[in-house]
Structure formats: structure tokens, C-alpha cells
């Protein structure tokens, strides 16, 4: 290097004051998108309406006799095809992914020795585990409407469209039903917020990721276990996955905001929680990996 | 322990003169006690060898010191600074290879460097692209930049590791076992590399159980046993801090004993006449000295020679000859 | 180790804040400024005036009535009888015993929706003018009906009747001097300042230990209802509202047309006067004999004369299961209510023991 030379000069020249970390955000985002596992997951996540909407059409039996009575809808108008595939993926194909995600988040990091050159660099325990945290909760955002919108993609393409029906026997436009769509997309990624922070603390607990993952998606079907258990009713309000499937509180005429506002009020109790305990338990974790 | 740092840890040294400073660092696992009391001097400038068997505790003590492990006890500072107190302002300007590279197998090399670089919050994001790409060139990946880090091999990636500390100018850079891995080409331009960034004036801390490396271009060194720091200076304190022999080469060996037993030397007996008679050195006499006598006594002199013990032997007898890893 | 046991502070603290916020709520509704003095005639006088016949609102209503969860009974005896008597007793069942969350928008005396929110699913009542409409989202089925011209008032859904205001209305209305009335510590419910009526049965027969009515003590709306029975702290029938508002509720919630693909039924409604007086029965219950009344006050027992059939209400495998043997027939008990149907088929009900109901049906 010779000091002469005008462009390695500039390259000696150092920030004055430390950047917020939008930058490391977006790198973030960057790797998580560009991670293969990543768009697998969504690709599989689609999957889902297509699946059942394929099925119901080869079938075309009309009802299928179980389940909410609204994905016996779909025949009638395609546009219901993303909720029904949301209502299903719900329980377990979200929760797997999201848990994939946030258990990776920190043990994947040390599993790749890449944690120690993060924090070295440095990158801050806590701005390290805020980006992390966010990464997971725009994964959530993309995994719903991916869903979301390869239902609805799928039920144009397979069934009719027209105005929809409410539960309230209301029936509004398409424009209409598609901004409830989006709500309800919304509504899951709100409910995955929660299960994405206690993804986050057992991430920092362990350097095996799929110990994390396996560990975050077991606690997601041990929590709805508990929430089917009438003898842990007094448990239920506070089981993040209590207020799941009360999404359909947005197909009523007028809306039903309440279980919104309990769900994210909930899942916010959660990630304040499991936050401090990610914290804790990272702060001045021994990075030995 | 041999202390032979001249300015010493006798007296407290004002931090700024020193890269690293630590005082009774000491790291418990468990029960195990990993580093002992560790008090290191690490002058600016300087490029200092960190050497010690496996398992000694050199990585362990290369994590304190960048805050990645909390100590037991003990304090440190780097770059004058505080450690852990100062992290954030400290390690924008330390760059680090600790414990062999690690990086994300499904990213290239230079998304990977670009990635640690915006983890940094003073890396300005305008230079990073001719950043990274100059550090690669710098370990000679500029070919490889694009190819996924799966696809790289060993050495590779140690490079890179080595690149990922050179990203932005740095104060200080400490490498741990820079050259595991690299073809000798390699070694060769890692010596180099860091003979360049100690003429930019980085002070450079390398650990290394290889000895002959470490003679070759560092300035100084400690040695590190079970734990706990048995020698620390400049090579040449080391180095003399260990024996000289005189190693005279004569037909004539049971005379040329005789005459260094007069000087008050101990060649001990020669195992055979015509074999080399060797003896310990003491500061006093001056080498010419015996080549005088024993040429005033008539001894034929092959060859004669005065050897400064290597590291190699100083590192055998300081941290025993076993091959066991202690503890 | 001298680990920082600082940074454990946050996960200690944020259960703590969370708490303190759950129980502030709680703290905070009860702080709420406490209305003017009244003695229990002016709030029950306060409670007759009440003019409020435009009101939206979310009510919650809840049961420990000592009887099972039926809502999943239901389902399977609800396929295997094809008697509708059985099934409405089971949706009356349903009503009771399991939880529900009700929205109600009524715009004066003929316009008003009551809207049971179930699980992915919902049942609608509506009426708006002559018309009245059922609609059940689960099976997609709507039922029509239109009122006589001259009715004022609609005999209400059965849904309806589970809003405190009703139900406090026929409790109010039952005041008598069997009834001592007193006035407890102001409440607060939906955000509204409430006076606490409580109504104290003066008989030492019925199953009811108390009834609390919060009346809105800006309008006497009642605002919520709890039924306490005998030798319970916990309520055995809760309904309250539990958020309110006075605004005129939109004119589109009013008109309702089935959606495509329901299957709408017709219902001719029975005259007024055949209409059970206290509502609380489903609409299509007019085809049922008249009852007759026996008691006063807490100790009335209501008496159905024996159906045509009277195996559709004793053989029903969900009744077996609910009732025990008695003399002289099968007995439901629950905290509040004891319902009687005897083997002859009568079915006598009151808030009474069974004794009670036994010596009313041996007369
Ligand atoms: N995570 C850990 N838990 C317990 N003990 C550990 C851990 N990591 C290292 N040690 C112990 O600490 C001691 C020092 O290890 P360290 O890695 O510092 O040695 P080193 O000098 O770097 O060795 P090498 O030359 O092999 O790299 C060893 O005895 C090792 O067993
Ligand atoms: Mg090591």
C-alpha cells in the first residue's frame, strides 16, 4: 500500500459515529433471502392452498363435511382459497418454518463459527439480537403472504370469483375481501410474534440449530395441546397460540377487532418477555464456538 | 517465569504504550482453570508471538481479550482501552482470526466479508465493495471472490479469514494460527503480510505453536504453559535468557576439554575422541577467548562454534518435553 | 463466576411490568369517578325510565350452571335424532352451558342485529321492520319470517334474550316484595360507571341466592346481569356488555339479503298473542302447548302440559345422559334451575329444588 495512492486513502476512512444497523438489517434480510432454505420454505408454504385447492377441484364433491365450513366455500369463490390455505397452515406448516427460522437465528450463527467474527466486528449482542428478532418477523410477514397470495392466485386460476361472503351472511366486493385477505395475513404474522422470540431466546441457549428449531416447533404444538385441554382452561388466555385461528373474527360484518388487539397485545407480552430472557442469557454469554 | 520485556510489568506501564495489557487474567471452566494469572505486555508496534503447546490456553485467552468470553478475574485493557467496558469503540479497530475461519458455507467469499464488514458500525458502506475486494487480493482470492465458501478448501478459507481482519484499517490485528492450513506458498505470504502490516505500524499478535514461524517474524513472544504465561520479551531476551554453547569440533577432544575446564567451563567427558566437545557458555567469557587457550594449548580446531539455544529448545524446556497434552 | 447478574434485570422486570399493567387495567376500572348517591327506588326507577333503544355494543356471557359442555354433545346427538325438538333443545342447551361472545346493534324498536361470534362460524338475527331473518353460518341456512303488520314489538330471537338488558328487564320486572332490593359498592363495566343493584330473594326455596344488575347510571341501560345461586361465590349466569356505544349503529347492518347459495327457509310466524310472553324460547317454539304458571315470585314453576310425543324428550340420548332418575321421573339439576319431566311426559321447571317441583307436578 502506498500512501500516495488516492483511492486507498479514501478506504483508510472510518464512519464518526456508529451507524444504527440498518445496514447490517438489510445484509440480514439479504442472506436470509438468499438462503435456498428460505424460499424452499415459502415454495412449500404456497404449496399449501394450491394443494387443497387442487384436491377440492378434482374431487369438486362439494362438501367436505369437516373443517370450517368456509373452506367448503372455495368451490363457490376462489378468492377464499388463501384463508383456507392460512387455516390450515396455521397450526403446524407456519409454526415449523417460523420455528426453523428463529431456532437458527443465533445457534446457527455460532454452528458456522460466524457468531464469534459478528460479534468481533462488532456488531453488538443486543443490535445482533434485535436484527435477528426482525429478520424473523419479515420471514413471518413473507411466509402469510406467500400464502395468502398463492391461494388467491390459485383460486382465480381454478374457481370462480366473485363478491364474498362474510360469516355474517354480509357479502362485499372483491376489493373488499382482498384487503380482508391481506388483514388476515397480518393477523398470523401478529400471532407468529410471539413464537418468534421464544424461537430467539432457545436459540441462544444451544450452538446445535436444529435442536432450537426442533425445540420452538415442539413448544408451538405443546401449546395448542394445552390450549384443547379443558383442564389448563385458566391457562389458556395466556397461550400464545390462544387467539390463532380467531382471525375469522375478521370475516364478520363489521370487524371484530378485539381479538386483534388481545392477540397482538399477547404476543407483544411474549416478545417483551422472551426478549429480556434472550437478553439476559446472551449479553455476556461465553462465545466459545 | 522468565520476564525479560525490558520496560516491564515491574512497573504498572501506562496503558498507551501497550496494544494489550493484562493483569492476573484468569479463566475458570468449571473447575478447570484455563488461563492462570495471566499478565501480558503487548507493546504497540510490535509483532508479538503468542506460542504454547495445545491446550495451553492461548485461544481461550485470544476470546477475552475481544470479549467473547468473559474473564474469572483479572483485568484487561486493548489499545489503551478497557475490556469488555469498551467493546464498541475498541474492536472497530482490531481485526481478528480466532480459532480458524468461520463463515457462511452458502454465501461467496466477498457476500461473506461484505456481510461481517456492515456488522461493523464505523465501516462506511460506500468503500466496502473496494474494501472487500482489496483485502481479498491482499490474501490472493481475488479469483475465488465470487465462489461459495463451501466450495472453498482449507486454506482458502483461512485466507479469507485473514482477509475478513484486514477489511478496515486496523490498530491492532490478532491472528490465531494464521497459517493452519496454507500451502507454504501461503505461509510464506502470510509471513510477509504480516512484515508489511508491522511496517504500517499494526501491531500484529500471533499465536502459533510453530516455533520456526514465530522466530522468523515476530519482534516478540510469550510462552504459555498449562495456563500461565513461563516466559515473555523480545526473541532476543528469549533467546539469550536460554543457553550458549560452545561447540568445538577437534581431533584432539580430551585436550580441548582440559582447556575449557580451565576456563572455568563444564564440557563434561568427550562420549569419543575426535567427536565435538560442547559446553555451556556463561555470560563471562567472551567466545574469542577459548579460541585463544586452545590454540595457545596446542589443540587442533576443526571448527569451532558458539550456538544460541533456538526457541524450539527454549519452548522444549519451558513447557516439558511430553507430548501429553497437559491437563 | 462474577457473572453481571444485571442483565438478568429486564427478564425479571418485564413479567413484573406485564403484571402491573394486567392488574392496573384492573385497578384502573375500578377508579373510575363513582356516580351520585341514589337509594335502590331511584335506580330501579332509574332502570324503568331507561330510554336507550340505539346502542351498539360486544356482550360476553358466561355459565357454571353444574351442567357438562354440550356444545360437542350436541353435535352427535344432533345427527342421529332427526326430532326438532331434540335439536332445539340442544341449541337451547348450547345457549346455557358454553360461553359465548354476542355483538348486538339495535336502532330503535324495530331495527336490531344480534350477531353470536362462534368459532369460524357465526349466527345472525336480524330484524329490520316486518322482517325477520335467522341466518346460520356454519350450515349456510337462513330462515324468513314476516311480522304481522301491527306488531310493535318482534317476539325476540333466542339470542337476544341473553343481553343484560333483557334479562335484567325480566328480573326487574319480577320485583316484588318477595325481593328485598339493596345497592352495592358502584362498578364499572364496558368503561361505563354502573350503580350495583343486588336482588335478594326473601324465600329460603329457590336456588337463587342473589341477582346483581349493574345499571348505567347515566342512562339506567342495564349493563350486565350475574346470577349467583345458592351456596356459590361464583356467579352461575354472567352477562355483561363489554364494550357499549351509543351511536346510531350503520343502516347496512339493518339489510340483509342471503347470501347466494343458502338454503332459505320460510317460517310463518304465530300470532302474537300464542308467542310465549317471556321470549325466551326460539321463534319456531310457537307450535308448543301453552304453559301454565304455578307460584309466586322466586318460586315459580312453569309446567309444560305432556307433548304428543312424550319418548322424543325422554328417550333423547343426550337427556339420559344429562338427568338422573327421580321418583316419579328424570331430573335436571342444575345450580340455578330444576327442570322435571315426568313420565307422563310434563315438563316442570322452576328455580327451585326438586322437591318442590315434584309436589307441584303431584297436584
Ligand atoms: N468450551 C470449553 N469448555 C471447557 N473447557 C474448554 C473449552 N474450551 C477450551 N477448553 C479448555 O481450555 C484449555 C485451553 O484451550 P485453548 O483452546 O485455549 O487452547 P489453545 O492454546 O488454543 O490450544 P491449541 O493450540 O490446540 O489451539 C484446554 O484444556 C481446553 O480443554
Ligand atoms: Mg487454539
Redesign the pocket.
Known sequence: MSSSDPTAASLVARRTRRSLGVGFFASELAVLFRRRRTWAMLLALAAVPILIAVAVRISSSGSSGRGPAFIDSITQNGLFVGIAGLTIAIPLFLPLTVGVVAGDSIAGEANTATLRYLLVSPVGRIRLLVVKYLAAVVFCLAATLTLSIAGILIGIALFPVGPVTLLSGDTVSIGDSLVRSLLIALYATVSLLGLSAIGLFISTLTDAPVGAMAATVVLSIVAQVLDSLSQTEWLHPWLFSHYWLDFADLLRQPIEWSSFGQNALLQLGYVVVFGALAYGRFSSKDI?S | MIDCSGAGSSAPAHASGLAIETTALTKR??R?T?VDGLALSVPRGSVFGFL??????????IRMLLGLAQASGGEISVLGERMPQKLGSVLPRVGALI?GPGFSPFLSGSANLRRLDSADGFAPNGTRSARVSRALDRVGLGHAADKKVRAYSLGMKQRLGIANALLAPRDLIVLD?PTNGLDPQGTREVRSLIRSLADEGTTVFV?S?LLAEIEQMCTHAAV?RAGRLVAQGTLDELRSAGTTRVIVTTPDADAAAQVLRTLGLDPGHPDAPGAAVTATLPESIEPEDIVAALVNAGVRVRGFAVDHASLEDLFVALTGEGFDVV? | MPRTWHRWIPAAAAPVAIGAVVLGGVFATSASADPADKTPQQVLELAASSTVDTFSGTIEQSSNLGLPDVSGLGGSTGSSSDSSDGSDLTSALELLTASHTLRVYVDGPTQSRVQILDDMAERDAIRNGDDLWLYDSNDSTAVHSTLPADASTAPDASAESLTPAELATRFLDAVDPSTEVTIGDPVTVAGRSAYDLVLTPDSSTTLVSSVEIAVDADTGLPLSVDVFAQGSSDAAFHVAFTSLSLDTPSADLFDFTPPAGTDVTEKALPNRDDAPADGSVAPDAGTHPEPTVTGTGWDTIVELPASTDPSSLTDSPMLSQLTTSVDGGHVLQTTLLTVLITDDGRVLAGAVPVESLQAAAGK
Do not use: R
Open positions: 466459545l | 471452566f468449571g478447570q484455563v504454547g503447546p495445545n491446550g495451553s490456553g492461548k485461544t481461550t485467552t480459532e494460527e499465536s505453536h504459555m491437563q
